[in-house]
């Protein structure tokens, strides 16, 4: 009989599925489906997460551009300090 090299490698396939405890390649596909699903989730909300700060750190920044214009700096002065530029100051 001639050596079938893929019923060979669908044997051991077999052998190593049954011994982790899987009862065939669909439970590792769908085992290996979650895992990539729960990844994915934790990396939107990682992102998501740092996204926001970043909104928030630029909130507080406009805030108090805004009180520094009000108390009557100027808007050269006030884009210095925080970082936004002349036109965003002035739109103010």
Do not use: P
């Amino acid at each position: 009989a001639l050596f079938d090299r893929r019923e060979a490698h669908r044997a051991t396939l077999r052998n190593l599925l049954q011994r982790e405890g899987y009862e065939d390649l669909e439970a590792v596909l769908q085992e290996g489906r979650e895992m990539g699903r729960k990844a994915g989730l934790q990396e939107g909300e990682r992102k998501g997460e740092m996204k926001g700060k970043k909104e928030g750190r630029k909130e507080k920044t406009v805030e108090i551009a805004r009180a520094a214009l009000a108390k009557g700096m100027d808007a050269g002065l006030v884009a210095e300090i925080s970082g936004l530029s002349e036109g965003e100051v002035r739109a103010l």
